[in-house]
């Protein structure tokens, strides 16, 4: 059964830090490309950043760009967002999934940011 079980999300001010983590099981971890993907109230669930099967490669979104770095640990089955210079409009609801252009598996509970003074 594929799990994915996000975490490290809480409330910080703007302009702080977070760094969120996903653990992974349940299917070949080091065979997919990794993906955040963020949903804020009322709106759609969207992509944040992208990283390859080796981690060599990474892609984001221009909201988060030069803000943000995922990384991964394929020892581990764990993908990382480092989350930095976090402004209110980063408020959602975070998760993570294996990517094949398209999020491959079934949702997590994700983890919540709030940036908020």
């Known amino acids: 059964q594929v799990q994915f079980v996000e975490s490290g999300g809480g409330l910080v001010q703007p302009g702080g830090s977070l760094r969120l983590s996903c653990a992974a099981s349940?299917?070949?971890?080091?065979?997919?490309?990794m993906s955040w993907y963020r949903q804020a109230p009322g709106k759609e669930r969207e992509l944040v950043a992208t990283?390859?099967?080796?981690?060599?490669?990474?892609n984001y979104a221009d909201s988060v760009k030069g803000r943000f770095t995922i990384s991964r640990n394929n020892a581990r089955d764990t993908v990382y967002l480092q989350m930095n210079s976090l402004k209110p409009e980063d408020t959602a609801v975070y998760y993570c999934?294996?990517?094949?252009?398209?999020?491959?598996?079934?949702w997590g509970q994700g983890t919540l940011v709030t940036v908020s003074s």
């Open positions: 349940g299917f070949t971890f080091n065979r997919y490309r």
């Open positions: 999934n294996a990517d094949d252009g398209y999020p491959v598996h079934a």
């Open positions: 990283i390859s099967i080796t981690g060599i490669s990474t």
